[in-house]
Nanobody, 118 residues
Framework: QADLVESGGGLVQAGGALRLSCAASGGTLSSYVMAWFRQAPGKEREFVAD????????SYRDSAKGRFTISRDNAENTVYLQMNSLKPEDTAVYYC???????????WGQGTQVTVSS
């Protein structure tokens, strides 16, 4: 069982940057594949990025490649999403998720709002 808590969201102008954090408690983060998802108003939740247990391999949705970086610090039980060159279309609630296998995430945070103004 892992409790996930996101932080770091906020309001930023287009072209700006934010760093989201996802802190885990009640479990060992290194046991889980971790991912970030987002959901914009009126849209379905979508995958943003994921990362292996060791942090050695990550993958991204096409629109995030070259702008977002997912990383993790297992000693600190925290996963990060560095978001640069933000665009208004990045506006969404961002969720971190963890699970034993890719695509099957049993643990979810409550979300953090990211708003990018034009």
């Amino acid at each position: 069982q892992a409790d996930l808590v996101e932080s770091g969201g906020g309001l930023v102008q287009a072209g700006g940057a934010l760093r989201l954090s996802c802190a885990a408690s009640g479990g060992t983060l290194s046991s889980y594949v971790m991912a970030w998802f987002r959901q914009a108003p009126g849209k379905e939740r979508e995958f943003v990025a994921d990362i292996t247990r060791s942090g050695g391999i990550s993958s991204y949705r096409d629109s995030a490649k070259g702008r977002f970086t997912i990383s993790r610090d297992n000693a600190e039980n925290t996963v990060y999403l560095q978001m640069n060159s933000l665009k208004p279309e990045d506006t969404a609630v961002y969720y971190c998720a963890g699970g034993l296998t890719y695509g099957r995430y049993a643990y979810w945070g409550q979300g953090t709002q990211v708003t990018v103004s034009s």
